[in-house]
């Protein structure tokens, strides 16, 4: 089965860390660059990161710029993003996502909620 | 940063007729990488139409998308209850990518 599925969500406190992981199976996983992308209660979608299969690149939405780190390892067909120094406006459903059948986000995990408070 | 604007933010409508959704970009979509997702509460989002008019699998054909440049529709011919949701536009040829802010499809 073509899967993405996150987990490493929850509470924490202004100014403290997480690190989310987007575990992948069934689909080329080394291949494909893999997103983040989240979802504040109640609002939009936002792009934040990027990796390439390699691991060798990675994009950033300027808002998490110096914060977040995603990285990955193939050989367990995880992708992680670190989330330092975070801010309450950073609270949302976090998804990792990639392109299966087309050249788009037609892949999505079914979330983390992240939740960033006193 | 490309900004997109979505238009209406709300439309209300009855099963059977035509929604029609405009999404425009703050300047011109590279490679045509525009892109429409359908989401329902609770849900992730689901991609509807890529390449700016063609379906993702599975996606019945009711659902077209159209426009070039700035300019961009999406158009569901005549609206199935399971229809009524939120929808994005997206371009996906510049980083960062961006989403416009969503037309909500609500039943009349």
């Known amino acids: 089965e073509v899967l993405l599925v996150e987990s490493g969500g929850g509470l924490v406190q202004p100014g403290g860390s997480l690190r989310l992981s987007c575990a992948a199976s069934?689909?080329?996983?080394?291949?494909?660059?893999i997103h983040w992308v989240r979802q504040a209660p109640g609002k939009g979608l936002v792009w934040v990161s990027r990796i390439i299969g390699d691991g060798t690149k990675t994009e950033y939405v300027d808002s998490v710029k110096g914060r977040f780190s995603i990285s990955r390892d193939n050989a367990k067909n995880t992708v992680y993003l670190q989330m330092n120094s975070l801010r309450v406006e950073d609270t949302a459903v976090y998804y990792c996502?990639?392109?299966?059948?087309?050249?788009?986000?037609?892949?999505w995990g079914q979330g983390t909620m992240v939740t960033v408070s006193s | 940063e490309i900004v997109l604007t979505q238009s209406p933010g709300t439309l209300s409508l009855s099963p059977g007729e035509r929604a029609t959704l405009s999404c425009r970009a703050s300047?011109?979509?590279?490679?045509?990488?525009l892109a429409w997702y359908q989401q329902k509460l609770g849900q992730a989002p689901r991609l509807l139409i890529y390449?700016?008019?063609r379906r993702a699998g599975g996606i019945p054909d009711r659902f077209s998308g159209s426009g070039s440049g700035t300019d961009f529709t999406l158009t569901i011919s005549g609206l199935e209850p399971e229809d009524f949701a939120v929808y994005y536009c997206?371009?996906?040829?510049?980083?960062?990518?961006?989403f416009g802010p969503g037309t909500e499809v609500d039943l009349k």
């Open positions: 390449g700016v008019s």
């Open positions: 997206q371009q996906y040829g510049t980083i960062p990518f961006t």
């Open positions: 996502t990639t392109y299966y059948a087309s050249e788009v986000f037609d892949l």
């Open positions: 069934g689909f080329s996983f080394s291949s494909n660059w």
């Open positions: 300047q011109s979509v590279s490679g045509s990488n």
